[in-house]
């Protein structure tokens, strides 16, 4: 057992004992199927499952409150139990999680398609009808829906969002587990993921979609850049956007990655301005295994009810606000109400979207598939549309995403300068902080702290954001990762 707190996983986690041997793979594919697990494949080991545990390890923890901290408001990370990575690997379930009633999905494609003002959305989605678009709500054995990719042979291959093959057929070998990001309008800076452990680094795929801004920025300006790969992260080039706003683009891998990877079995989706920081193995066991799921995603720190996130979209800038009252007024007319405790056990409509864990069975598919039409007919903001797309297809069938509580999320990533405030920053003659091998040099003899040293204080103004791509200053060489924990 790991008790993780804030964000300084112990070296437990990196001093397990990893397994080297043969990971069990899973074909994923329309046709759902519990054979489709390659039994032949097992490690020669016991695979433990929770009845093999007298106690779990994890058994009598409960999520305490972040401390208070008189110099430090604002939400705070708490800590998490965690089983080490070979305990995770061993309670991998064999077999995939049963999708109720949704069996076979399959996707709209259609080479001929064109601009349809008639029908809101983009080519890139197919511009599903009104009628389409509530029929899919209708949840039956075999369905076929719009899902993106809709022109081309397969995604990424003339539909838009188009990917090189040799990226294309790297893609299709990950099998197990794909850790996923995106940059688009070189917005932000690659963080490298802390604390993986060398099983996953063996096993799971990383990867980070670009746009050919962002990777002319990449190569120019980072060190640690060699043949396509940054780290851990293999960048990947999109070229042939479907969308102007680089924010609606990036929802693409977000919410379609069981379309770009079609044979893996778990993601973890990171927004790009986090650098995740536990192993992922650990947040598949805490967040889905261990609570019987198969879409975990946390809920707002703050607030849980989408007409108040609607007004303080509008209140940042987010996007137009006759667009945004457009989608909430749509969505009223359907039957959207205030979020009170009487929608209990559902625990808030509004979700932390920057990070996503999940299962890639049928009905997680299906819910990403309609969450990602809802983005491409009304605005990029998903915390608007989540709920909607919940509440429709629970009122069909017994499954909704579990949401877990954002100090939890914060436990296991950290935010990130943007880059057009680290660059303000070093411009203004700020400096990194030192590395942890760079403080250990700093300790004085029999000290357990680094010298004092004060911290610059450094505020980013605010300011309207607006929905389209934002212009950044041309890259300057040295730059280096940086992070601040929030």
Known sequence: ??????????????????????????????????????????????????????HHPCEGFSVAPPLVDPKRTGPRPCAVCYVSVDQAFALMPLQPSPSPVLKNLSYVSEDSITAN?????????????????????????????????????????????????????????????????AIFGNYDMIQQPRNASEFSKA?????????????????????????????LWRLVVVRNLPYED????????????????????????????????????????????????????????KRFDVFEEAEANKAAGKYDNASIDYQIEFYRNEGLTHYTTAKLPITSDVPEGCVII????????????????????????????????????????????????????????????????????????????????ELSRNLRPGSRKAPPSKKPSMKRKRGKKSSSRRRLPKPTTGMTDVTMGL
């Open 117 to 181: 003002l008639s029908n809101q959305g983009s080519v890139f989605g197919g511009h599903p009808s009104l009628e389409q678009r509530n029929k899919y709500f209708d949840i039956n054995e075999s369905m076929t829906v719009h899902c993106g990719f809709v022109r081309g042979k397969k995604p990424g291959q003339g539909s838009g969002f188009d990917i090189n093959d040799d990226d294309l057929l790297e893609m299709e070998q990950c099998r197990e587990l794909v850790v996923a990001s």
């Open 358 to 437: 999940r299962e890639h069975i049928p009905i997680t598919n299906l819910f990403t598939c309609l969450w990602f039409n809802e983005v491409d007919r009304f605005t990029s903001r998903d915390q608007i549309s989540f709920s909607t797309v919940r509440d429709k297809i629970r009122a069909r069938v017994d499954w909704m995403p579990q949401m877990f509580l954002d100090c939890e999320r914060r436990n296991f990533v950290v935010q990130a300068y943007h880059r057009e405030l680290l660059e303000q920053m070093i411009a203004s003659g700020w400096k990194p902080p030192p590395v942890a091998s």
């Open 246 to 301: 680089s924010r609606r683009t990036g929802k693409i891998p977000k919410l379609l990655l069981h379309r770009l990877f079609p044979n893996v079995r778990f993601s973890v989706w990171i927004d790009a301005k986090l650098k995740l920081v536990v192993d992922p193995y650990l947040l598949l066991e805490r967040f889905l295994w261990r609570k019987n799921a198969t879409f975990a995603i946390s809920r707002h720190y």
């Open 1 to 54: 057992m790991i008790i993780a707190n804030n964000y300084e996983v112990l070296n437990t986690i990196q001093n397990s004992v990893y397994p080297s041997m043969t990971r069990p793979l899973m074909t994923s594919s329309d046709q759902y199927s519990a054979s489709s697990v390659n039994k032949t494949e097992l490690p020669n080991r016991l695979h433990l499952s929770f009845a093999n545990f007298t």
């Open 203 to 231: 096993n799971a795929c990383f990867y980070m979609f670009v746009d050919e801004e962002t990777e002319a920025y990449i190569k120019n300006s980072s060190a640690v850049y060699r043949n396509n790969k940054v780290g």
